[in-house]
Nanobody
Framework: QAQLVESGGGLVQAGGSLRLSCAAS????????MGWFRQAPGKEREFVAT????????DYADVVKGRFTISRGRASSTVYLQMNSLKPEDTAVYYC??????????????WGQGTQVTVSS
C-alpha cells in the first residue's frame, strides 16, 4: 500500500527553474534513502540524484551537478529536486524512488509514476 507521488513538472524555457516534489502515502520512508531518476523518449531510465536516510549524504549525476539539488523534509515523508539552469536535454519524465542508497535502478524498491519536465529552447 506504499505509494510515492511526484508533482511540480511542467513546461519551462531554457535557463529557467523547476522544483519537483515527491510525497509518500501509506507509510513513511524515514529509514529509506530517496532518489530521482529520469527517462527521455527512446532512452533508458537514468540516475539523477540520491539522498541518504539522514539527508546529509547526497550524490548526483555529472550532467546535473551544480544545477540540481536534492533535499528531504524534516520527517522524511517528502523529497525535493530543485532544478536550476535547465537545458533542453533535461527534458524527460522524472521519477521518485525509495531504497537503500545508490545510483542503480535495482537499489530502489518503491517508485512513483513520474512527472513530465519539458525544457524548450
Amino acid at each position: 500500500q506504499a505509494q510515492l507521488v511526484e508533482s511540480g513538472g511542467g513546461l519551462v524555457q531554457a535557463g529557467g527553474s523547476l522544483r519537483l516534489s515527491c510525497a509518500a502515502s501509506g507509510r513513511t520512508f524515514i529509514n529509506y534513502a530517496m532518489g530521482w531518476f529520469r527517462q527521455a523518449p527512446g532512452k533508458e531510465r537514468e540516475f539523477v540524484a540520491t539522498i541518504g536516510v539522514s539527508g546529509g549524504r547526497t550524490d548526483y549525476a555529472d550532467v546535473v551537478k551544480g544545477r540540481f539539488t536534492i533535499s528531504r523534509g524534516r520527517a522524511s515523508s517528502t523529497v525535493y529536486l530543485q532544478m536550476n539552469s535547465l537545458k533542453p536535454e533535461d527534458t524527460a519524465v522524472y521519477y521518485c524512488a525509495a531504497g537503500g542508497y545508490g545510483v542503480g535502478l535495482r537499489d530502489y524498491y518503491y517508485w512513483g509514476q513520474g512527472t513530465q519536465v519539458t525544457v524548450s529552447s
